[in-house]
């Protein structure tokens, strides 16, 4: 199964879903941010996925981490939410086509030890600096840009 993004793309299928999400930007006391190099597209990203239904967006968040990391980790603010629908996302496995809606808050890990999970072929902590040499989709970079960037408010698309 493959996970294939497309923005303000022509040739893009048509959404099909609207599955509300979040993603985590988990840094740790030298400032490196926790990052997955995702099994379905080799793409880099920070961990994150679906909100189940009968949980809070936190829980998801934390429990995504763990899943994707094997890092435990507390909430602790916002960058923003993005739902964009010039951003779409296709998973071959079911043809779903999803519009991006995904929440993206920020983290500070309380345990665990980096390893892959079922999504993520490699979990690294990268330094800020070296974001930009690493392969990942466009959404994912500005989502880790805007929280770079300290802004006072969050992001809302």
Known sequence: ARRIDYYDDSNAPKANSLVPSVNVIVTNDDGRILMIRRSDNDNWAVPGGAIDLGESVTQAAIRE??????????????????????HVIHYTSNDEVRQEFSIVLTAYPTGGHP???????????????????????????QRITH???????????
Not at 77 to 82: I, N, T
Not at 120 to 141: C, F, T
Not at 147 to 157: A, G, Q
């Open 115 to 141: 390893r892959p999970g079922d999504e993520s072929r490699e979990v690294h902590w990268v330094k800020p600096s070296a974001i930009d040499g690493l392969q990942m989709d466009r959404s994912m970079r």
């Open 65 to 86: 981490t763990e899943e994707e990391t094997g890092i435990c980790c507390e909430i602790t603010g916002l960058v923003g939410v993005y739902s964009d629908p010039r």
């Open 147 to 157: 929280y770079l960037e300290h802004r006072s408010h969050p992001v809302v698309t």
